[in-house]
Structure formats: C-alpha cells, structure tokens
C-alpha cells in the first residue's frame, strides 16, 4: 500500500507533462542522462531519507521532525523545514491545478472526438486558442481545484491509494502502446537519438538545475509528501527497496512518456525545443487522432492521466492541510476549504501568465514560471539539502541505522552520501540558482 500511495504521488503531470518538455528545451541527450544520475544519486538517498524521518516520527511533517530533534536534544526549529515543505506545496498546487484543469478540459475534447485526423497545425492551434482564454482556463482550474480538494477534505486517502494500482499499470499499458505506435510512425530513431544520444556540448548549468529539479519534482521530494506518507510504513518493510522501487516506477513512466512523444514530434516536423509546455498537448492529441480506436484511447489515457494528476494533486497539499488542522484545531473541511480558496486565488496568476499577462515578466519569467522556477529549481532542492543534514548529521548513527536495517556496506554507503555527497550538490545547484555560479 505505501508502494502505491507513494507511486501514486510520484507519478502525475511531472512525468507525462513536464518531464518531456524539459527534455525538449534541454537539448535531449544530456538532459536526460543527468536526470538519472540525479534520480539514482541524489534522488534515491533523499527519498529514504523522507520515509526514514517519517517512519520514526510518525506524525506530519512538521510534528516528526519536531519529535526527533527533541529526541536528539537539537533545536526544535528543526521543524520549520516541514513549514517550507507546507509553503512549497501552496505554490505548487496553484499552477499544478492549472494543468491538472488542461487534462480535464483534454478528456472531453478527446471524447468529442475533437482530434480525429486533425493536422499537427490543427492540434496546435487548438491548443493555443485554448490558453489564450483566461475564462476557459480558470474553469477549468476552479474544477481541478474542487476535485482536490473535495477528497482531501473527506481524508479519504486510502480510496485513491486503491486507485493507484489499476490506474498505474493501466497507464503503462496505454503508453506501451503509445510508445508501438510511435515507434511505426517512421521517426522513432529521431526521437530515440533526441533522447539518449550524448552530445556533451549541451551540457549546461541550466540543464543541470532543470534536470535536478525535476528529479526532486517527479519523486516528490523537497517539500514533506513523502515523509507524511512513510508515517503509515510498517516496521517490518524494506525502507530502501521501496525507494528503489518507487523511483524506478516513476522513471519509466517518464521515460515511456517521453519515447511516445517525441517520435512523434519529429515525424510532424515540429520543433521539441519551442513547444514547451505544450509538447504532451500537441503530441498526444495527434497520435490518437491518427489511430485506430484513437478516440477511445485517447479518451481513456486522458482520463488515466486526471486521475495521475489528481492523486498527486492530493499529496502536494496534504502536508498544508494536516498542518491546518493540527496548528490551529481546525476541521478537516475547514482547513481544505481555506487552503483550496488560498490555492485557487495565486492559481489565477497562473491562469493568466498564459494569456492576459504573458508578456509581464519578473526576472525574465512569466508568472506560472516564476512559481515553477522557485518551487521546483530553489524551495524543493533546498529542503532536500536540509533533508539530508538532519538525517545525516542531526540523527544519530543508531537511530537511523536501526531504522534502515541494511547491510553494513549498504548504510555506509547511503550515510556517506547523504552526509557529504547530496549537501554538496546541493549547495552547487543552489549556487547556481542564485546566480552566484554560473556552470555556462
Ligand atoms: N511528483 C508529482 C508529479 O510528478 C508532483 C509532486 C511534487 C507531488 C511534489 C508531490 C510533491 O507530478
């Protein structure tokens, strides 16, 4: 079940929507091989870091590591880690909502068989008609927002935990199928070499800090998800073989996603780079327009892709909502009903950084960029810097080797990591951030 409430969080827009584009902006290639070796490096030892935190707190956030701390007679403040991870997931649902309203607004376009033999220029501009309307785009963030925020309010978790094991796998099988027919649309080489053909020349510090991001982004790390989730882990079960498997889960979902897309990018001569966060909306629609049985598939990956997006959604404002309730002795409904308000409102600016307000820039970027760029590039490497030096520096060696229960040389590895490795990185992706070091 944890497996699953953790796949269900991981896998959601990250990996079908924002995975792809970033691999387009990025040049392919490299992008993508720095992605796994942040996945493996720095994604893996993090993430057992969250549900070892998790585990022995056994509370939210906020209270677990506030327990330990005390438990380690260190500072209490130790818990404003998990207030950032609870300010982080504010901001990320308002533009993730946004999105998760474009998916909605795709099931029915797709069921109305809107994309049938349509062009990729027809696609396209579809596409850019739809975010040029503020009004359109607002409903639909208003109902991703409800949805969300309807099920977090009930707290019924464990439904769209059970959820997450049809859904997953029923999502694998439809990219499988993606990925055939993209592999027969005649430039699934061009796709394949896009992807993994290594050109060290684009190796940039911008990559670098995209492909970073997007790995804490993917495996929702940085912000306290899945640490809330390790909270329910039983004793007896494996903390690092669940990480492993969950990281390998939501990586294939990636790169499924991204071997489906691209192919056909190029066999309608578009360009991967200047699609941006339309690529998945452009890519999708013409393949299943130009399938057999397309309609309906293309409805049901839709569907499958809401309720990815959805069971996110619940786990990127959970730690908010927990918090709500326990600071301030609200009801469950209360609290979700505020932060969905809360929510909703900072969403408009997402909403209308894609029409109204697309040429107002703050830093060179748009609003939904901006966001997007202090969450996933600076909020979600930051927690995970200070992730890894309270369970390697502030938790005592018994605690957290009692609690891992690896082999000698596994935890020496994994403590050498997350004490030395992960903080130095992170402090040179933050760096690089900040604009203090400029990797070109
Ligand atoms: N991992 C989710 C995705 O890829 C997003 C997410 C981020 C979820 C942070 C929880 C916490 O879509």
Do not use: C
Not at 131 to 136: A, G, H, I
Not at 183 to 194: E, H, I, L, V
Not at 360 to 383: C, H, K, Q
Request: hydrophobic fraction near 60%; charged fraction near 10%.
């Amino acid at each position: 079940m944890f497996v699953l409430a953790a796949i269900g969080s991981a896998v959601g827009l990250g990996n079908i929507w924002k995975f792809p584009y970033l691999a387009g902006q990025h040049g392919g290639g490299a992008f993508v091989l720095i992605y796994l070796v942040s996945v493996a490096v720095i994604g893996v030892p993090i993430m057992i870091a969250e549900i070892l935190i998790g585990r022995r707190g056994r509370g939210s956030p906020i209270n677990s590591l506030r327990t330990l701390a005390v438990e380690e007679h260190r500072s209490v403040r130790w818990a404003w880690l998990g207030g950032m991870g609870v300010v982080t997931g504010f901001l990320i649902l308002s533009y993730y909502s946004v999105i998760g309203g474009w998916t909605v607004a795709y099931v029915l376009r797709s069921a109305a068989g809107t994309f049938e033999e349509a062009s990729s220029d027809a696609v396209a501009a579809a596409f850019n008609a739809f975010v040029d309307s503020p009004t359109e785009l607002a409903l639909w963030h208003t109902v991703f927002t409800v949805m969300t925020m309807f099920v977090v309010a009930r707290g019924v978790r464990g439904g769209l935990e059970r959820a997450a094991r049809y859904m997953v796998p029923a999502l694998f099988v439809i990219l499988l199928l993606l990925v055939g027919y993209a592999a027969a649309s005649g430039s699934f080489a061009d796709g394949f070499a896009f992807l993994f053909a290594l050109d060290f020349a684009r190796v940039s510090g911008a990559a670098v800090l995209a492909a970073l991001g997007q790995a804490f982004f993917s495996l929702s790390l940085g912000m306290g998800a899945i640490m809330a989730y390790g909270a329910y882990l039983p004793r007896e079960v494996s903390i690092a073989r669940s990480a492993v498997q969950v990281a390998v889960a939501d990586t294939l979902v990636a790169l499924l996603a991204a071997l489906a897309i691209f192919p056909i990018i190029f066999a309608n001569g578009l360009d991967p780079s200047v699609q941006s966060v339309a690529l998945a909306f452009i890519a999708l629609p013409l393949a299943f327009g130009h399938m057999p049985g397309g309609t309906v598939f293309g409805t049901l990956f839709f569907v499958l892709l809401v309720f990815a997006a959805w069971t996110s959604a619940i786990s990127i404002i959970e730690p908010a909502v927990a918090h709500m309730v326990e600071r301030w002795e609200m009801s469950r409904r209360r609290a979700s009903l505020l932060a969905g308000a809360g929510v909703w409102l900072l969403g408009l600016g997402t909403v209308l950084s894609f029409n109204r307000w697309s040429e107002y820039t703050w830093f060179g970027r748009t609003f939904f960029e901006l966001i997007d760029f202090a969450t996933s590039n600076v909020m979600l490497p930051l927690g995970g810097l200070l992730i890894a030096l309270y369970a390697g520096w502030v938790m005592r060696r018994e605690a957290s080797a009692g609690e891992l229960a690896l082999s000698p040389a596994g935890y020496a590895t994994w403590r050498g990591v997350i004490r030395y490795v992960t903080p130095f990185a992170m402090l040179l992706v933050l760096l690089q951030a900040s604009g203090v070091l400029r990797l070109g």
